[in-house]
């Protein structure tokens, strides 16, 4: 069973996070919302919180199959985290898959993994990602997987079942939400 681990940051954007969790969990993967702070309660962008299932903290010393990074205003607090560019440079150099959606692969470009990779992210991050490929969904390059927005939540969250599983386990799970 595949594992991911998705850091919930402040502002974090909840369909980003609820949507793809929602249906890697349907699709059988073991998935871990980690808290970036202290506590397990985190609030989204538009004000819903979280109950994550840990925190960073206590989850950061784990083996995940994917490392999932959430979008909206809490990208802010993701780069700032030297915690979360350690665990991203650790997943890529194991050549485990790293997922992130919206503006969360400005944190990939931080940490200097998309130079020359194809990839696609919101347009508010076109100043910094000078290459976003505006017209994907989601985009593969190697082991890192990008998505637009809150409005490819969706395919994000069936893209990441895709490589993690297989396009049969995606398939199954898209029919049966009625996507």
């Keep these: 069973m595949p594992t991911v681990l ?18 890697l969990r349907r699709a059988g993967a073991e998935v871990t919302m980690a808290a970036l702070g202290a506590g397990i309660h985190v609030s989204g962008r538009s004000g819903m919180t979280m109950h ?25 607090l993701l780069r700032s985290d030297p915690r979360v560019r350690q665990l991203v440079l650790a997943q890529h150099s194991s050549g485990r898959w ?37 017209g994907e969904k989601c985009v593969v390059d190697g082991r890192i997987l990008t998505s637009r927005g809150a409005g490819t939540a969706l395919e994000f969250g069936l893209s990441v079942i895709e490589v993690l599983f297989d396009a049969r386990t995606a398939l199954k799970v898209a029919e049966s939400i009625g996507y």
């Design 6 to 23: 998705a850091i919930l940051a402040e502002g974090f954007e909840e369909i980003e996070a609820t949507a793809p969790v929602d249906l």
């Design 52 to 76: 994550a299932d840990t925190t960073l903290e206590a989850a950061k010393g784990g083996t995940y199959d994917c490392l999932m990074l959430p979008g909206g205003p809490a990208v802010g």
């Design 98 to 134: 790293l997922a992130a959606i919206c503006a969360a692969p400005l944190v990939l470009h931080d940490a200097g993994l998309l130079e020359g990779r194809r990839y696609t992210a919101h347009s508010s991050t076109a100043p910094e990602l000078h290459h976003i490929l505006s």
